[in-house]
Structures are given as structure tokens and as C-alpha cells.
């Protein structure tokens, strides 16, 4: 499978990617405030892609629970230095984390090649933003907004029912404009689920490859880790590369991560095994 991303050609037969996380944020759940400075967040960044990140997805703009949207002017503010010095920098393929059609714009204007949206085009402007650019386009699943999404999740099938909203938002982009072979798809961990929810999702997540486009995954030291194993936000790192691997084994193409350097490790390893398992199904079979 590829994945287009203006003029970036991810093959992802084998390989499953490592997103690095930038956030020029003061208040993100793990790291708000760290890389609010621009020439803090650009060293953050040159620093994941020396690990071996493939992609930086850099946000202005916290979807914690119970955060409150930023005005695009802000996000602006806050995203287009760093944009412009990694582009000028070359390396690794730039991503914007904003559900605003007009960063987006901005943002892929400068040389940003996808564009990673919680909202799974809730900007209505957005299709034809990332469709005329021809950019990659990460379709996430959230139930309800940020301010309120953990207000009791509740679903019947949880799997069931992300699924089938995610092959309606797919076929929603394609109508409105955006290349099917642009598009990604995440399940939203942590995006109006319980502890639960999320488990089963990543539990389940080969039934999310079905839908024929590459899935993204973020547990990266989410919240639903430290509930299984009752730590901080700080201690979360060997259970978020449990989760890497899991998630990569069972088909995920594109993990976001906060933790580059070991993720990638994580990565490379449960690539290995699926590919054995492959390979003795194929035989065997
Ligand atoms: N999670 C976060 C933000 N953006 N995008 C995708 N596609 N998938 C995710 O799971 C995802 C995401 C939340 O993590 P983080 O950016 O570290 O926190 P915050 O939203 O507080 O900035």
C-alpha cells in the first residue's frame, strides 16, 4: 500500500512509520510549555528526526480533555517559524495537527506535506484545502469535541462503530474533492473513549485495515496507560512502546509518538514478527 503526500510516495508494504510529536503548545497534556518557543521546538524537532522520525506532526493547538480550541491566528503564530525553518532544513516529511482549514492552508503554502485532523474534516474548507494540495490526510475518529468528549463515552461496539464512521468520513473526503490514495485513518485513542474503549480498539485494530487505508495509531503516554498500570504521565514510556508494538503488529502503517528513538525500536521489532507471520501463513498456507 502507498500513501501520497503531495510530492512524498510512503510505501507501507512493509513499513510502518514513526511520527514524532511537536507540540508548540504551553498546555499539552505531556509536554505543554516545553517547545512553546520556537527555537526550543525546532531543536525538539531536528532532535526526533536525528532518532529516525519519518514524519513531525506539529500542532498548536491542545485536544486534551477539556481544552478549548485555539484561534487560527494564534496557531499560526505560534506554528510558522518552526514550519519555515524545518522546511528549509529538509528531512523529514512535515505534518500539521490542526483541525483549521486556513492553518492548514498557511502551513501546506510553506512546504508541509499532510495534514493530521481530529475533527476528520469538521472544517468544512478543509477537503478542498488538502485536496487541492493533493496532501496527506489523517482522518481521525473523536466522539463529541475536546472541551466535553470524556463526559461518559458510551457505544455498543466500539470497534464496530468507529470503523463505520471512519469508511463515512473516507467516502465524505473522496466526495468532497480529496485522492483516496491521500487518505489515512486513526481510531482516536483517548478521543471520547473510556480506558476500555481504547483497549478493545487496539485489540481489535486489524478490523480498522479493512477499510483499505493506512491506519494511524497515538497511545503514546496516554491516559488509559497510566490507568492499567497506575502511573504518571511522566512513567508511561515502556507501556506506550507495549502499545507501539502491539498496535504495529496488528497492521498499524503510521504510530505517533512522543518518544522517537525507542518507539522506533519497538516499531522495528513487531514489523519483524508480522512479517514472519506472514511469511509462515504464506508457506504454510
Ligand atoms: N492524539 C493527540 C493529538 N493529535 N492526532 C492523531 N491523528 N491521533 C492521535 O491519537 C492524536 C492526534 C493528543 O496527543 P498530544 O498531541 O501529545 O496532546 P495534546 O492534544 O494535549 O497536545
Sequence with gaps: MRWRCRDRFFDLAERTLVMGVVNVTPDSFSDGGRFLDPSAAIEHARRLAREGADILDLGAESTRPGSQPVPAAEQLRRLMPVVEAL??????????????????????????????????????????????????????????????????????????????????????????????????????????????????????????????????????????????????????????????????????????THDVAETVRAVRLAEAIRSARRAANAEGG
Design 87 to 256: 522546511v528549509a532544513g529538509g528531512g523529514a516529511a512535515l505534518s500539521i495537527d490542526t483541525s483549521s482549514a486556513t492553518v492548514a492552508e498557511h502551513a501546506l503554502t510553506a512546504g508541509a506535506v499532510i495534514v493530521n485532523d481530529v475533527t476528520a474534516l469538521g472544517d468544512p474548507a478543509m477537503a478542498a484545502v488538502a485536496g487541492g494540495a493533493g496532501a496527506g490526510l489523517v482522518l481521525m475518529h473523536m466522539r463529541g469535541m475536546p472541551a466535553t468528549m470524556q463526559e461518559e463515552p458510551a457505544y455498543a461496539d466500539v470497534t464496530a462503530e468507529v470503523r463505520a464512521w471512519l469508511a463515512e468520513r473516507v467516502e465524505g473526503a473522496r466526495r468532497a474533492g480529496v485522492a483516496e490514495d491521500c487518505i489515512a485513518v486513526d481510531p482516536g485513542i483517548g478521543f471520547g473513549k473510556t480506558a476500555r474503549h481504547n483497549l478493545e480498539l487496539l485489540s481489535r485494530l486489524e478490523e480498522l485495515t479493512l477499510l483499505g487505508r493506512p491506519v494511524v495509531v497515538g497511545a503514546s503516554r496516554k491516559s488509559f496507560i497510566g490507568r492499567v498500570l497506575d502511573l504518571p504521565v511522566e512513567s508511561r514510556l515502556e507501556g506506550s512502546l507495549a502499545a507501539a508494538a502491539v498496535a504495529t503488529f496488528l497492521g498499524a502503517r503510521i504510530v505517533r
